[in-house]
C-alpha cells in the first residue's frame, strides 16, 4: 500500500472553559478565608478595585436575601445584562419555600435536640497535657497514676508507646505486672489507640472499643500486611466471609486512625463565621440572609477610572484601561453571582429540612445533592460546590451545609429515617442508661427495630463510633467512676 500525502477536513465539538468560569468555578467552592485572600490579591493587581464602604455605594449589589414568601431581592447593577450563571439556571428564580413556622419549638430539653455548636478557639493542648488530665479519675491507686503518667511522657507525637514495659519496670523500680496494668489504664484514655506499641494493636484497640473485634477481624488485623498488598482474595479466605462482609471490614479499617495522638498539640481549631443567617419572621416562616460581614464589598473606583481616561493619550494606555475595568466588573459580578446561588441552595435546604428546624435532629429527613439540585434547576456538581465550607447560623447553632445532606436507613413507614436521627436516637438511649444496665449493640438494635428503624447491629456500632460513644463495657466502668 503506497502512502501519499492528503488533507482531510474534520468538525469536532469540544466544551471550553475560558480562565473567567474557571476563576468563577473557585470562587463558588471557596472558604470565606478564601475569598478574603482572593479579593485581597485582587485589589493589589487592580488598581480600578476599591473595597466599598459600609452604606453601599450607587450601582454596588445589596447582599442578597430571601423573605417569608421566598422571593429573593438584590439591587445588581447589571440587571441590564447577562448575568454569570455556571450552570444556565435562572439566577433570578424565586423560591418556593412556603410559610412553615420555623423555629417555633426550638426549646431544650426534647430527644434528639443537639446542643448548640458554640464557635470559639481552644488554645493547642498537648497530647500529654489531654492524657494526664483524665488519669486522675481512670486510676484505681495512686501508684498506678504515678506509672501511667511516666508513660505518658514516653509517647511519641503518634501516640505510640516504643520503650519496652520491662524497661519501664526497671527504670521505674516496679513490678512488671503494675507496668502492664498502667498501660492498659493509657490504652483506655481518650483517643482510643493511643498506647500501643505497634499498628496492629492500635487498631485492635479502636475495633474493641466500638465492639467490633470479632474472630474476622482479628484475622484482619494480625494481617495487615497481606491489605497492603491488596491480597484480599487470600484474606477473604482466612476470615471465612463472603465478598459484602470482608468489604464493610476493610471500610471500618480504614476510618481507624493509625495515629491518634496526631490530633494533639498542632493547629487550634478555628473560629466559623456563618455565611448564611437563618431567623424566624414576623409573619410567620423565616428570613433568610447571607452574613454582609462575610462578604467582600467591591466596588469600582470611579474617580479614578476618570482621572486614568483622561489621562490615556495612547492606544496602549486605552487597551490596558478597558482591561483593568472588564476585570473590575466581571469579579464583582462574579461574587454578587456566588453569594445569590448561596442563597438559593440554602433556601432549598431550609424548604426540605423543615423538620429539622421545628423539632431538633430526630426530623432531619434524608436529603442528597441532586434532591437539591434538581429543585433550583441547577447541576448537582454547583450544589456540591456551594455546600462546602459554607456554614449556617439558625437558632439551634451553626451547622456546615454538608450536615443537612445524610444518608437514610430504613423505616417501617417506608419513607425512611436520616443517619443524624439514628445517632441521636443512641445517644437519647445511651445517655439515658444506669450503670446497672448498660445496653449492649445487640439490645440498641432491638429497641431501634421496636421504634421502626430498620438497621443492623454493624451501622449502630458504626454510628455509636462515629459520635465518640464507647463500648457497653466503656460506658459501665466510665459511668461507675463517674458515680452515676
Given at each position: 500500500m503506497?502512502?501519499?500525502?492528503?488533507l482531510?477536513?474534520?468538525?469536532?465539538q469540544?466544551?471550553?472553559m475560558?480562565?473567567?468560569?474557571?476563576?468563577?468555578?473557585?470562587?463558588?467552592?471557596?472558604s470565606?478565608?478564601?475569598?478574603?485572600?482572593?479579593?485581597?490579591?485582587?485589589?493589589?493587581?487592580?488598581?480600578l478595585?476599591?473595597?466599598?464602604?459600609?452604606?453601599?455605594?450607587?450601582?454596588?449589589?445589596?447582599?442578597?436575601?430571601?423573605?417569608?414568601?421566598?422571593?429573593?431581592?438584590?439591587s445588581?447593577?447589571?440587571?441590564?445584562?447577562?448575568?454569570l450563571?455556571?450552570?444556565?439556571?435562572?439566577?433570578?428564580?424565586?423560591?418556593?419555600?412556603?410559610?412553615?413556622?420555623?423555629?417555633?419549638?426550638?426549646?431544650?430539653?426534647s430527644?434528639g435536640?443537639?446542643?448548640?455548636?458554640?464557635?470559639?478557639?481552644?488554645?493547642?493542648?498537648?497530647?500529654?497535657?489531654?492524657?494526664?488530665?483524665?488519669?486522675?479519675?481512670?486510676?484505681y491507686?495512686?501508684?498506678?497514676?504515678?506509672?501511667?503518667?511516666?508513660?505518658?511522657?514516653?509517647?511519641?507525637?503518634?501516640?505510640?508507646?516504643?520503650?519496652?514495659?520491662?524497661?519501664?519496670?526497671?527504670?521505674?523500680?516496679?513490678?512488671?505486672?503494675?507496668?502492664?496494668?498502667?498501660?492498659l489504664?493509657?490504652?483506655?484514655?481518650?483517643?482510643?489507640?493511643?498506647?500501643a506499641?505497634?499498628?496492629?494493636?492500635?487498631?485492635?484497640?479502636?475495633?474493641?472499643?466500638?465492639?467490633?473485634?470479632d474472630?474476622?477481624?482479628?484475622?484482619l488485623?494480625?494481617?495487615?500486611d497481606?491489605?497492603?498488598?491488596?491480597?484480599?482474595?487470600?484474606?477473604k479466605?482466612?476470615c471465612?466471609?463472603?465478598?459484602?462482609?470482608?468489604?464493610?471490614?476493610?471500610?471500618?479499617?480504614?476510618?481507624?486512625?493509625?495515629?491518634?495522638?496526631c490530633?494533639?498539640?498542632?493547629?487550634?481549631?478555628?473560629?466559623?463565621?456563618?455565611?448564611?443567617?437563618?431567623?424566624?419572621?414576623?409573619?410567620?416562616?423565616?428570613d433568610?440572609?447571607?452574613?454582609?460581614?462575610?462578604?467582600?464589598?467591591?466596588?469600582?473606583?470611579r474617580s479614578?477610572?476618570?482621572?486614568?481616561?483622561?489621562?490615556?493619550?495612547?492606544?496602549?494606555?486605552?487597551?490596558?484601561?478597558?482591561?483593568?475595568?472588564?476585570?473590575?466588573?466581571?469579579?464583582?459580578?462574579?461574587?454578587?453571582?456566588?453569594?445569590?446561588?448561596?442563597?438559593?441552595?440554602?433556601?432549598e435546604?431550609?424548604?426540605?429540612?423543615?423538620?429539622?428546624?421545628?423539632?431538633?435532629?430526630?426530623?432531619?429527613?434524608?436529603?442528597?445533592?441532586?434532591?437539591?439540585?434538581?429543585?433550583?434547576?441547577?447541576?448537582?456538581?454547583t450544589?456540591?460546590?456551594?455546600?462546602?465550607?459554607k456554614?449556617l447560623?439558625?437558632?439551634?447553632?451553626?451547622?456546615e451545609?454538608?450536615?443537612?445532606?445524610?444518608?437514610?436507613?430504613?423505616?417501617?413507614?417506608?419513607?425512611g429515617?436520616?443517619?443524624?436521627?439514628?445517632?441521636a436516637?443512641?445517644?437519647?438511649l445511651?445517655?439515658?442508661?444506669?450503670?446497672?444496665?448498660?445496653?449492649?449493640?445487640?439490645?440498641?438494635?432491638?429497641?431501634?427495630?421496636?421504634e421502626?428503624?430498620?438497621?443492623?447491629?454493624?451501622?449502630?456500632?458504626?454510628?455509636?463510633e462515629?459520635?465518640?460513644?464507647?463500648?457497653?463495657?466503656?460506658?459501665?466502668r466510665?459511668k461507675?467512676?463517674?458515680?452515676?
Open positions: 503506497a502512502l501519499s500525502p492528503r482531510d477536513l474534520r468538525q469536532t469540544s466544551l471550553v475560558t480562565p473567567q468560569l474557571q476563576q468563577a468555578i473557585k470562587l463558588l467552592a471557596a470565606n478565608l478564601e475569598i478574603e485572600s482572593f479579593v485581597a490579591e485582587a485589589l493589589d493587581e487592580n488598581p478595585l476599591k473595597l466599598g464602604d459600609d452604606t453601599r455605594e450607587s450601582g454596588e449589589p445589596d447582599a442578597p436575601t430571601t423573605d417569608p414568601a421566598g422571593e429573593e431581592h438584590s445588581d447593577p447589571g440587571d441590564g445584562e447577562q448575568a450563571d455556571l450552570e444556565a439556571a435562572d439566577p433570578d428564580r424565586d423560591y418556593d419555600t412556603g410559610d412553615a413556622d420555623w423555629g417555633a419549638s426550638s426549646g431544650s430539653g430527644i435536640e443537639l446542643p448548640s455548636l458554640e464557635n470559639h478557639s481552644n488554645d493547642d493542648v498537648t497530647l500529654a497535657e489531654h492524657l494526664e488530665s483524665q488519669i486522675g479519675a481512670a486510676s491507686s495512686p501508684g498506678e497514676a504515678i506509672i501511667a503518667t511516666y508513660i505518658v511522657g514516653l509517647l511519641d507525637e503518634a501516640g505510640y508507646l516504643r520503650d519496652n514495659p520491662g524497661q519501664i519496670a526497671a527504670q521505674l523500680g516496679a513490678s512488671l505486672e503494675e507496668v502492664e496494668d498502667a498501660l489504664l493509657v490504652q483506655s484514655l481518650d483517643p482510643t489507640g493511643v498506647g506499641r505497634s499498628l496492629s494493636e492500635c487498631l485492635m484497640l479502636q475495633a474493641k472499643e466500638a465492639d467490633r473485634y474472630p474476622c477481624m482479628a484475622r488485623i494480625d494481617n495487615l497481606l491489605v497492603a498488598r491488596g491480597e484480599f482474595s487470600r484474606l479466605r482466612m471465612d466471609v463472603d465478598d459484602e462482609d470482608f468489604a464493610d471490614m476493610l471500610a471500618e479499617l480504614r476510618e481507624y486512625d493509625p495515629k491518634p495522638g490530633r494533639f498539640g498542632t493547629d487550634s481549631e478555628r473560629a466559623v463565621t456563618p455565611d448564611v443567617l437563618l431567623s424566624e419572621a414576623r409573619e410567620g416562616g423565616w433568610i440572609a447571607l452574613n454582609e460581614e462575610t462578604l467582600p464589598r467591591l466596588v469600582v473606583n479614578y477610572f476618570l482621572e486614568l481616561r483622561e489621562g490615556a493619550a495612547d492606544k496602549e494606555s486605552r487597551a490596558w484601561l478597558k482591561e483593568k475595568v472588564a476585570d473590575a466588573n466581571w469579579l464583582i459580578k462574579a461574587l454578587d453571582q456566588r453569594q445569590k446561588t448561596i442563597l438559593k441552595v440554602s433556601a435546604i431550609v424548604k426540605q429540612q423543615e423538620g429539622f428546624f421545628r423539632q431538633g435532629v430526630s426530623e432531619l429527613k434524608p436529603l442528597t445533592l441532586r434532591t437539591v439540585a434538581d429543585a433550583i434547576e441547577m447541576h448537582e456538581s450544589v456540591s460546590r456551594v455546600t462546602s465550607n456554614y447560623h439558625c437558632a439551634r447553632g451553626t451547622f451545609l454538608k450536615y443537612f445532606f445524610t444518608s437514610g436507613v430504613g423505616s417501617a413507614d417506608g419513607e429515617a436520616s443517619s443524624e436521627s439514628v445517632k436516637r443512641i445517644k437519647a445511651t445517655d439515658a442508661e444506669e450503670p446497672k444496665k448498660i445496653l449492649s449493640d445487640d439490645k440498641l438494635v432491638e429497641i431501634l427495630k421496636g421502626g428503624f430498620d438497621i443492623a447491629r454493624r451501622t449502630v456500632a458504626k454510628y455509636r462515629a459520635m465518640g460513644i464507647g463500648s457497653s463495657v466503656q460506658r459501665r466510665a461507675k467512676l463517674a458515680g452515676i
